[in-house]
Protein backbone atom coordinates (compact mmCIF):
# COMPACT_ATOMS: atom_id res chain seq x y z
CA UNK A 1 0.00 0.00 0.00
CA UNK A 2 2.55 2.24 0.79
CA UNK A 3 4.39 2.06 -2.52
CA UNK A 4 0.79 2.32 -3.97
CA UNK A 5 0.95 5.73 -1.78
CA UNK A 6 4.04 7.05 -3.12
CA UNK A 7 3.56 6.49 -6.76
CA UNK A 8 0.44 8.89 -6.84
CA UNK A 9 0.70 12.62 -7.50
CA UNK A 10 0.79 15.14 -4.52
CA UNK A 11 -2.66 16.58 -6.06
CA UNK A 12 -4.50 13.20 -5.36
CA UNK A 13 -3.33 13.00 -1.98
CA UNK A 14 -4.43 16.82 -0.83
CA UNK A 15 -8.42 15.43 -0.19
CA UNK A 16 -6.72 12.19 2.06
CA UNK A 17 -3.86 14.48 3.64
CA UNK A 18 -6.73 16.96 4.86
CA UNK A 19 -9.09 14.39 6.37
CA UNK A 20 -6.94 12.42 8.03
CA UNK A 21 -5.26 15.54 9.52
CA UNK A 22 -8.97 16.78 10.57
CA UNK A 23 -9.04 13.24 12.17
CA UNK A 24 -6.14 13.72 14.31
CA UNK A 25 -7.14 16.68 15.10
CA UNK A 26 -10.23 15.28 16.72
CA UNK A 27 -8.41 11.98 17.79
CA UNK A 28 -5.71 13.90 19.68
CA UNK A 29 -7.70 17.23 21.30
CA UNK A 30 -6.02 18.27 24.29
CA UNK A 31 -9.41 17.80 25.55
CA UNK A 32 -9.22 13.89 25.69
CA UNK A 33 -5.65 13.79 26.69
CA UNK A 34 -5.58 12.75 30.19
CA UNK A 35 -2.02 14.07 32.59
CA UNK A 36 -0.77 11.23 35.09
CA UNK A 37 1.44 11.88 37.24
CA UNK A 38 5.20 9.87 36.86
CA UNK A 39 7.32 8.40 39.31
CA UNK A 40 9.48 5.27 40.47
CA UNK A 41 6.05 3.56 40.64
CA UNK A 42 4.98 4.08 37.80
CA UNK A 43 4.35 0.46 35.56
CA UNK A 44 8.08 -0.53 34.03
CA UNK A 45 6.58 -0.76 30.97
CA UNK A 46 5.85 2.64 30.70
CA UNK A 47 8.65 3.92 32.38
CA UNK A 48 11.00 2.04 29.36
CA UNK A 49 9.11 3.90 26.58
CA UNK A 50 9.63 7.32 28.57
CA UNK A 51 13.53 6.43 27.98
CA UNK A 52 13.11 5.21 24.86
CA UNK A 53 10.73 8.48 23.17
CA UNK A 54 12.19 11.16 25.48
CA UNK A 55 13.49 13.40 22.23
CA UNK A 56 14.38 16.59 24.30
CA UNK A 57 16.88 15.66 26.32
CA UNK A 58 17.79 11.96 25.86
CA UNK A 59 17.16 9.29 29.07
CA UNK A 60 20.40 6.58 28.76
CA UNK A 61 19.66 4.29 31.57
CA UNK A 62 17.48 2.78 34.52
CA UNK A 63 20.15 5.30 36.77
CA UNK A 64 19.71 8.26 34.49
CA UNK A 65 15.30 8.48 34.39
CA UNK A 66 15.82 7.38 38.14
CA UNK A 67 17.92 10.88 38.79
CA UNK A 68 15.23 12.49 37.01
CA UNK A 69 11.94 11.38 39.05
CA UNK A 70 14.11 11.20 42.49
CA UNK A 71 14.57 15.18 43.56
CA UNK A 72 11.82 16.71 45.55
CA UNK A 73 11.54 20.10 43.41
CA UNK A 74 11.37 18.10 40.05
CA UNK A 75 7.24 16.37 39.31
CA UNK A 76 7.30 14.42 35.87
CA UNK A 77 4.10 13.94 34.38
CA UNK A 78 3.36 12.37 30.59
CA UNK A 79 -0.15 12.60 28.74
CA UNK A 80 -1.58 9.68 27.79
CA UNK A 81 -4.58 9.34 25.04
CA UNK A 82 -7.68 7.48 26.36
CA UNK A 83 -7.73 4.91 24.08
CA UNK A 84 -3.88 3.90 24.17
CA UNK A 85 -3.22 4.03 27.77
CA UNK A 86 -0.07 2.08 27.72
CA UNK A 87 1.70 4.87 25.77
CA UNK A 88 2.79 8.03 26.75
CA UNK A 89 2.30 10.85 24.39
CA UNK A 90 3.99 13.57 25.77
CA UNK A 91 6.67 13.48 28.90
CA UNK A 92 7.12 16.94 30.74
CA UNK A 93 9.67 17.04 33.31
CA UNK A 94 8.72 20.57 35.28
CA UNK A 95 11.17 21.94 38.22
CA UNK A 96 9.66 23.33 40.86
CA UNK A 97 10.75 26.68 42.47
CA UNK A 98 9.87 28.68 45.71
CA UNK A 99 9.95 32.18 43.57
CA UNK A 100 6.55 32.59 42.67
CA UNK A 101 6.83 33.81 38.85
CA UNK A 102 4.32 36.08 36.57
CA UNK A 103 5.21 34.16 33.97
CA UNK A 104 6.40 30.85 32.42
CA UNK A 105 9.12 31.08 30.39
CA UNK A 106 11.83 32.37 32.07
CA UNK A 107 15.28 31.67 30.99
CA UNK A 108 16.77 30.92 27.34
CA UNK A 109 20.30 29.15 27.42
CA UNK A 110 22.32 29.16 24.41
CA UNK A 111 24.61 26.21 23.91
CA UNK A 112 22.95 24.32 26.33
CA UNK A 113 22.82 20.94 24.32
CA UNK A 114 25.27 21.02 22.21
CA UNK A 115 25.25 16.92 21.52
CA UNK A 116 24.42 16.15 17.23
CA UNK A 117 20.87 15.77 18.26
CA UNK A 118 20.36 19.30 20.13
CA UNK A 119 22.08 21.13 17.92
CA UNK A 120 19.64 19.71 14.99
CA UNK A 121 16.13 19.58 16.93
CA UNK A 122 16.78 22.83 18.44
CA UNK A 123 20.38 24.68 17.34
CA UNK A 124 21.32 23.93 21.34
CA UNK A 125 19.11 26.14 22.73
CA UNK A 126 17.18 25.17 25.90
CA UNK A 127 14.53 26.95 27.80
CA UNK A 128 13.52 27.19 31.53
CA UNK A 129 10.01 27.42 32.85
CA UNK A 130 9.03 28.16 36.05
CA UNK A 131 5.75 27.04 37.30
CA UNK A 132 3.46 29.10 39.47
CA UNK A 133 0.78 26.09 40.29
CA UNK A 134 -2.21 28.62 40.86
CA UNK A 135 -1.39 29.98 37.63
CA UNK A 136 -0.18 27.24 35.44
CA UNK A 137 -4.21 26.10 34.60
CA UNK A 138 -4.85 29.95 33.24
CA UNK A 139 -1.86 30.05 31.22
CA UNK A 140 -2.09 26.94 29.70
CA UNK A 141 -5.94 28.41 28.74
CA UNK A 142 -4.80 31.22 27.23
CA UNK A 143 -2.54 29.65 25.31
CA UNK A 144 -4.61 27.43 23.74
CA UNK A 145 -7.18 30.45 22.70
CA UNK A 146 -4.81 32.95 21.76
CA UNK A 147 -1.19 30.77 20.92
CA UNK A 148 0.05 33.40 23.42
CA UNK A 149 3.21 32.02 26.05
CA UNK A 150 3.41 34.27 28.94
CA UNK A 151 7.08 35.04 29.51
CA UNK A 152 9.28 36.81 32.43
CA UNK A 153 10.20 40.65 32.29
CA UNK A 154 14.00 39.25 31.16
CA UNK A 155 12.51 37.38 27.88
CA UNK A 156 10.42 40.86 27.34
CA UNK A 157 13.83 42.85 27.67
CA UNK A 158 15.64 40.19 25.51
CA UNK A 159 12.89 40.41 22.86
CA UNK A 160 12.97 44.31 22.72
CA UNK A 161 16.66 44.55 22.72
CA UNK A 162 16.64 42.71 19.22
Given at each position: ????????????????ET??????????????????????????????????????????????????????????????????????????????????????????????????????????????????????????????????????????????AL
Amino acid sequence: MRSRIKNLNHKSLDSFETSLLKLFKYWFNPSFLVLEKIDWSTPASILEKIIAYEAVQAINSWDDLRARLAPSDRKCFAFFHPLIPDEPLIFVEVALCKKVPESILEKINLNADNSKKGVSESLGLMVNYLYDLDIVEKNHELFFKTKEVKVSHEIKSLNKAL
